[in-house]
């Protein structure tokens, strides 16, 4: 049975009579029939860059799919895409027909990313808002994501065109998780990112402080590079539950290049355990 069928919900578009020659409202018609199917959307963001949201995103899927849920991977960063390289799928190009574009599956994971669509990783992504909008609207409604538990977006840095955009297009059912590292001229920038949650009504899941310390590879010493405690100290200013703190190590970087994603090459390792410690809580969450 189709998750729309029996479904009462007047306000949407698939319940609602429009025209036909409306692109604007077929658009939305088959953007709420996506996401009609899929139960949790999780948007991963970051006011600051280079605080591991792509990462972050990465893994915390695969610690989804681990625990048998059913899990899509949209990268959304229209001018950066690294999704493609850090699951190993550089190069590679989806197929579609009449229902539309099939994402890349892959390690049990359904995939999709702009970077898939370009000529090659070289090539610059040009576009302004209104075509940022748009093309987010379209990775949403031309794939055939299918029946999903979680939907995870992968989003570029700060509050503008594409966060905003996805919180506009995604509709019920979703919610945040917030990346940030321990130093202060991170987490000035990423309180900016929950007021923006706030500003929006998008409900967040918690925070992640990510590179919390070093572990070196060879004797397992931890030393705090980025300071440390930092996200616990705004997590209790804005009321946010702190998820994990997750360490810098070396072979999340290794993987992350290689294609090979560290969740599924250390499942035991301190990172691997912190991930699986957020994937619970976003398991838990009511959204």
Request: charged fraction near 20%.
């Amino acid at each position: 049975m189709s998750s729309c069928e029996g479904c009462s919900d007047s306000s949407c578009s698939i319940n609602q009579q429009g025209n036909p020659q409306d692109k604007q409202f077929q658009m939305r018609k088959a953007l709420d029939k996506r996401m009609c199917e899929v139960k949790n959307k999780i948007i991963v963001m970051s006011g600051k860059g280079g605080v591991g949201k792509s990462t972050t995103a990465v893994n915390l899927a695969l610690a989804l799919v681990a625990q048998g849920k059913r899990v899509g991977l949209l990268d959304i960063d229209i001018h950066g895409p690294s999704i493609p390289k850090m699951l190993g799928l550089e190069g590679k190009r989806p197929n579609a027909d009449d229902e539309g574009i099939h994402p890349l599956e892959v390690f049990g994971l359904k995939v999709m990313s702009i970077g898939f669509l370009l000529a090659s990783t070289s090539e610059a992504t040009i576009m302004r808002g209104p075509m940022k909008h748009g093309a987010i609207q379209q990775l949403l409604a031309d794939v055939v994501w299918g029946e999903l538990d979680y939907l995870l977006l992968d989003c570029p840095p700060g509050t503008g065109d594409e966060p905003l955009s996805a919180v506009q297009l995604l509709g019920s059912g979703a919610a945040a998780v917030v990346v940030t590292t321990p130093q202060d001229v991170a987490l000035t920038d990423v309180e900016k990112s929950l007021s923006f949650c706030r500003e929006l009504k998008l409900p967040v899941v918690g925070l992640i402080e990510n590179m919390s310390g070093f572990i070196c590879p060879h004797c397992g010493e931890r030393s705090d590079i980025f300071k440390s405690g930092g996200a616990e100290k705004l997590a209790k200013k804005t009321g946010v539950a702190l998820l994990a703190k997750i360490p810098f190590e070396p072979l999340v970087v290794i993987g992350g290049d290689d294609g090979k994603p560290h969740m599924l090459e250390y499942p035991d390792s301190t990172n691997s355990q912190a991930l699986n410690q957020v994937a619970t809580a976003v398991v838990e969450f009511k959204m």
